[in-house]
């Protein structure tokens, strides 16, 4: 039997980038908050800037619960999953947000209107075959004040580009509107980035700086951006990357209304017979307890939120918490992040270091920004010129075909050009199909017996056109930036596991399609919240974090003002 605990107003599963912010308004309101998290706290002292540690051997020095819960994946419903190699994401207190890009995107209003708008622009027939894709609950104006919280609270830098309707050129002039500007300016360019948004200027496009969690300045008593190039895959021995376990978790933590539990592994939600949820299993080591709480937010990853739900089984509930309506894990997609275009220039690039955050962005081919009538697929993508360079990748970049790859032939060409070439990061647009979903795998499970999540998924015509079409546009800005040779990658194939997953846990107004309201909670358990991108039903060309962030605020906040209600 495990051990009941005294109980507490909120439960939150997961203390990363949704959990993280979400209980700084609950703890604010004067709501008592246990965090459960699987991971534990770190510090800049765990940051080194080591290329091998971090991005070689994947941060070794973590025990990862993400990592004994590979999810499997395949194509179609036809073929046997396989287990993907690793997970890409970590458990700690911060979550992913330790050592992510940092990229802080807002969605473009288009997204959240993906099936009226292009009904009304080009007509019904254009939303593709079997894609579930809905309108959302409530458009970009409803989401835009809690962007605006986040990126305060958090600390996020760029440029605006449109200010209650003012429009700057030297921002993303496509932008929905913003009450204000950034709190930073952005990160700096380098030269070959200016050199990119010369040629994207001379191609008549609108090259603007991107916006990140990271420092330009201090903020938040927090030092500035170094550049030294080891946060792709690490964290800050600066503290100028702005994770929530620097910004947002200490100031819940001084509230004295969070009290954070590591090292937590939450195997179960537990519902009385009414169907409401009455707290929840975990295990630390191998001693199991019970948080009971009034309510329960799950804030883990798209994969762990879905899981959690199908796992949590009762006579209420035999398909798994909310998932009476078959809707848990239905409506699933991750980023199409096939498409890569590599180019090789006569020059060097002086791009060593610097961070993938820091970059140009194009947006003249995202979303709905430009005239689709004579194309065959709707959404699109935006260009990223990012700098990231270091030694072992570049490295291991390859000869493009023109000496072996090994020897004193390949000692040579590296040494002339470990800094001559550049690869697109094309962020497209993914719907959501019938036939792409999330369940458990009826054959692997994990250390503790229980299954794994199962990805069913591949890229469909859509998405593979609309890569091509951007792979176009891609190699029209490489060569206008005078590249001589420039490659492509391939377009389609399995969705497998992803850093940009969404769906699962849908969000919207009618119960039969959706698993979560507009505000995030079950529409069969009332007092069981959803954070994070698995509520999103929509990808846009877009990183999620921000969106995840700014949905995971208006959730805590409609719970601490909606609370009798909620909480019963």
Known sequence: MPTQL??????????????????????????????????????????APDEIRNNVRDWPMLVKKTEAERPTSRATSAETASQIGNHPMMNAVGGTTLHYWAQSWRLNPWDFRVVSETTRRYGRTRIPAGSTVQDWPFGYDELERYYDIVEREVGVSGQAGNVRGRIDPRGN??????????????????????????????????????????????????????YHGYCNKGGCPLDAKNSTHLTTIPKAVATGRLRVVTRAH???????????????????????????????????????????????KSDG?????????????????????????????????????????????VDEWADDNFDHAGLDFIGGGNLWAMSDRRPIAAANSGTWGR????????????????????????????????????DLDPRV??????????????YKENERRAAAFMQDKAEQWYRE???????????????????????????????????VDRWGFSHEAPNVGVLGASVMGTSGARNPTLTAQALAWRTAA??????SSIAG
Not at 201 to 206: D, F, T, V
Not at 445 to 458: K, S
Not at 490 to 511: E, L
Request: proline share 5%; aromatic share 10%; charged share 20%.
């Open 6 to 47: 005294a109980g507490t107003d909120v439960v939150v599963v997961g203390l990363g980038a949704a959990g993280g912010v979400a209980v700084l308004p609950l703890a604010q309101a004067g709501l008592d908050v246990v965090g459960l998290e699987a991971g534990t706290w770190l510090d800049r002292r765990d940051f």
């Open 173 to 226: 002039r496509f932008e929905g509107p913003r009450q204000r500007e950034y709190p930073m300016p952005a990160l700096r360019w380098t030269a070959f980035q200016d050199k990119m948004a010369e040629a994207a200027r001379s191609l008549g496009w609108n090259p603007f700086p991107g916006p990140a969690a990271i420092n330009t300045a201090e903020y938040g008593g927090r030092s500035g951006c170094g």
């Open 266 to 312: 939450v195997t179960t939600i537990q519902v009385d017979r009414e169907g409401r949820a009455t707290g929840v299993n975990y295990l630390v080591g191998n001693t199991e307890y019970f948080q009971p709480a009034r309510v329960v937010l799950l804030a883990g990853y798209t994969y762990e939120n879905v899981r959690l739900l199908l796992l949590s």
């Open 317 to 361: 509930y035999p398909n798994g918490l909310s998932n009476n309506h078959g809707q848990v894990g239905r409506h699933y997609l991750s980023h199409h992040q096939g498409g890569a275009v590599t180019a090789l220039f006569p020059y060097d690039l002086k791009a060593w270091y610097g961070l993938p955050a820091q970059g140009v962005a």
């Open 403 to 438: 000496v072996r790859s090994w020897g004193s032939e390949w000692k040579s060409f590296i040494h002339e050009n470990a800094d001559r070439s550049h690869s697109f990061y094309i962020q497209k647009t993914t719907l959501p199909y019938e036939d792409n979903y999330l």
């Open 445 to 458: 499970t994990d250390a503790l017996g229980f299954p794994v999540i199962r990805i069913t998924g591949e």
């Open 481 to 515: 930036a005078g590249a001589i040779e420039v490659v492509r990658g391939g377009v389609g194939g399995a969705m497998g596991a992803s850093t940009h997953a969404y769906g699962g846990t849908r969000m919207g107004d009618d119960p039969e399609t959706n698993v």
């Open 558 to 563: 409609h719970l601490a003002e909606s609370w």
